[in-house]
């Protein structure tokens, strides 16, 4: 692993068993089926796709939230082994192990109307992770919630209120004061402006950059947003039915796409602009069903430029370009349309 | 009365634990026929309130406190605002010559009906025609809104469909008995990017061959900016900003509209490493605000604007603020003419 890289993911699988019958064990949905992501230290990278893609199933698998069928999850740990970084597989942690791991690792949630207890203030709330984990007294304990709450925006003063008294915007400001409350490395965003309006959305997305800047924090982003997704990410991986079909930088990613879904994804993003002139690609069909993928490339049906090797191999990640890769077979024939300033 | 829609000073109000809301306060909107209007602004502002208005669908602990809801109907103009909430007329209205597609196609959708006996209902219920010819008529609608193989799908029941097919369903459900009226409350919002183009195509395509009005509800700066002709920006239950799409995106006259375009991040990836925002949030509907509710977050907010309460005046053809900042202009204006 180099020595930038703070978490490394390798053929990450997270298998659902369906049932299909009152006695027949039916196939298995694979909701996330072989990831491979390398996510370096301060950076933030983007997974993004459309329901059912697999990228909160990821992002909630490298956290052990839910446990991954396959996979090692290397990650550089503070808090096991001591104040020196050790390289731990998150995979294979215990459960005490776990709970320390929890220090470095958190997650901030898409609706801040669930993901808050309404029967606890928001002293309590912030603070729970402190005293899980017995770090500090009650006294220092106080102290931090309020210095906690400052970060994020919020006044001491909101100490001793409940979820209730606040709007949409303001809970997400609490949710991600708990993901601070243990100082973590690395935090899993799972859509966490999607449910806040346009305005409220702009000033949590700068929040985060803010505490990013002023906390060296990596960020794993899951949205769907992409326009909020080319913003703030270093780097863009798009998924398709639990894999990755394209990764690289952000601004290569979305100029010039290497995978026919990428453009897709990109084309059919309203631009608000009336007189945004673009050709749309239109994707016909839905996105098949994860427990009985087509063969070949899974994207096939939908492709416009599938040919007949598409309908029978399944194309491997590979090189595309600088800082680029993509799984299509037609990556060197196929001149894909991006997002260009227009 | 030659707008298809033109409702004058309404006011829709709830009743809540923490006092009135005031949820629609005092707005007028004018739809030509064949006229696209969007309705843009964040939760809470009142624009699906408006269309509940429309239709009859306010109930307790809601109420249309006061103003007219004018409509062009078949039987001659009517203040829907005036009609009993279930009574007979609303209800010749409500399903035939004003229709409406919801959010969520899963909740709106009967789940125990079949697709087609759910198509077949609004024909069966207004236009005195045969069940087969219902039939024959859902089935046309099934198809005209890309539904592959119609036959069968009008005998299947809403789960067997996709997100995207059920929201067809839908659509065909609100254009089956051409209606003059379709309002769209975020018809695209609960779907994926890919298939809210294909939804946002086929509602393009059909607009060529509908003759009526489309009030197009949503907060999503990028749809309007694909569907609408003209735009209204609502904010707190009042409107902010009427103009024409290319008018309210190139020169927004409005703080809160500026605001709002600004605060959408450019997917070109152009724009500052900050976002722009709007500080501060919206009052909550129960509070009473002296002056423009905008103003406790607005950057130019002058002594005025806390005292007085800003007109929707015209600031130049065609193009309305509700801003004191921009009166100056349209008394001129007004003036001239």
């Known amino acids: ?342 | 009365m030659k707008d298809l829609l033109d409702i004058r000073d309404l006011r829709v109000n709830f009743m809540t634990e923490a006092g009135i809301a005031r949820a629609v306060d005092g707005i007028d909107v004018s739809i030509a026929p064949g006229q696209t209007l969007a309705i843009v602004g964040e939760s809470g502002c009142g624009k699906s309130v408006t269309s509940r208005a429309i239709m009859g669908l306010i109930q307790p602990p809601g109420w249309i406190e006061g103003g007219e809801i004018w409509f062009a109907a078949r039987q001659g103009p009517t203040d829907l605002a005036q009609l009993p909430p279930n009574g007979r007329q609303i209800n010749a209205i409500r399903g035939s010559e004003i229709t409406m597609i919801f959010q969520e196609p899963m909740t709106a959708l009967n789940p125990v009906l079949k697709i087609g006996a759910q198509i077949m209902e609004p024909l069966l219920l207004h236009e005195k025609i045969s069940k087969s010819e219902a039939k024959e008529r859902a089935i046309a609608s099934l198809a005209a809104v890309g539904i592959s193989s119609p036959g069968q799908r009008f005998d299947e029941y809403p789960h067997n469909l996709s997100g995207g097919m059920r929201q067809r369903a839908m659509i065909a459900m609100a254009l089956v008995c051409n209606p003059s009226l379709l309002i769209a409350d975020e018809p695209t919002t609960a779907l994926d990017v890919t298939i809210q183009a294909q939804v946002l195509d086929l509602m393009k395509d059909l607009r060529r061959d509908f003759s009526g009005a489309i009030m197009f509800i949503t907060h999503d700066l990028g749809v309007v900016a694909t569907m609408a002709d003209h735009v209204m920006v609502m904010y707190r239950g009042k409107v902010v900003e009427r103009a024409a799409v290319r008018d309210l995106y190139r020169h927004p006259l409005h703080p809160y509209t500026q605001g709002l375009l600004r605060s959408v991040p450019s997917i070109a990836g152009r724009g500052a490493k900050r976002l722009a925002t709007i500080e501060g949030s919206v009052p909550r509907p129960t509070e009473r605000i002296r002056g423009c509710a905008f103003a406790p977050r607005c950057p130019h907010a002058m002594p005025v604007c806390k005292q007085d309460t800003p007109a929707l005046a015209p600031v130049q053809q065609d193009h309305r603020a509700a801003c004191f900042l921009h009166h100056a202009v349209a008394e001129e204006q007004a003036h001239a003419a």
Do not use: W
């Not at chain 1, 005490?96 to 690792?105: A, C, D, P, T, V």
């Not at chain 1, 979820?163 to 100082?183: K, V």
């Not at chain 1, 601004?251 to 990109?266: D, G």
């Open chain 1, 1 to 342: 692993m180099q020595p930038d890289v703070l978490l490394q993911v390798t053929g990450l699988r997270k298998h659902f068993p369906t049932r299909s019958g009152l006695f027949h064990t039916g196939s298995a949905v694979k909701a996330v089926d072989g990831v491979d992501l390398t996510i370096k230290a301060g950076e933030t990278i983007s997974l993004v796709g459309e329901s059912g893609c697999g990228k909160s199933t990821t992002g909630r698998s490298i956290l052990r939230l839910i446990e991954p069928s396959e996979g090692e999850i290397l990650f550089r740990s503070r808090a096991i082994g001591g104040s020196s970084e050790t390289l731990v597989n998150v995979a294979t942690l215990s459960s005490s192990q776990m709970k320390l791991l929890r220090r470095e690792m958190q997650i901030i949630f898409q609706d801040p109307y669930s993901s808050l207890d309404p029967r606890m203030n928001v002293a309590d709330i912030v603070g729970e992770p402190l005293r899980i984990q017995g770090v500090l007294t009650r006294a220092e304990r106080r102290d931090r919630v309020i210095h906690l709450l400052e970060a994020v925006g919020l006044g001491g003063d909101h100490a001793k209120r409940f979820p209730h008294e606040f709007s949409g915007g303001q809970r997400q400001r609490i949710g991600i004061a708990r993901a601070l409350a243990l100082t973590p490395r690395f935090i899993v965003a799972d859509e966490p402006v999607s449910a806040l309006d346009v305005s409220i959305q702009a000033q949590v997305v700068n929040l985060l950059q803010d505490l990013q800047a002023e906390m060296g924090l990596t960020y794993l982003f899951i949205a769907h947003d992409l326009s909020v997704v080319r913003h703030i990410s270093n780097r863009v991986a798009v998924m398709y039915l639990g894999r990755i079909v394209e990764i690289g930088s952000s601004k290569a990613v979305f100029s010039r796409p290497q995978h026919p879904y990428t453009e897709a994804l990109l084309s059919a993003v309203p631009i608000p602009d009336p007189d945004s002139a673009r050709a749309r690609i239109r994707l016909h069909g839905d996105v098949p069903n994860p427990s009985a993928p087509p063969p070949g490339c899974p994207f096939h049906p939908r492709c416009s430029y599938a040919t007949a090797q598409c309908r029978e191999q399944v194309p491997a990640l590979r090189d595309a370009g600088p800082d680029q890769q993509a799984s299509c077979h037609r990556i060197e024939e196929l001149t894909l349309a991006g997002i260009n300033d227009h």
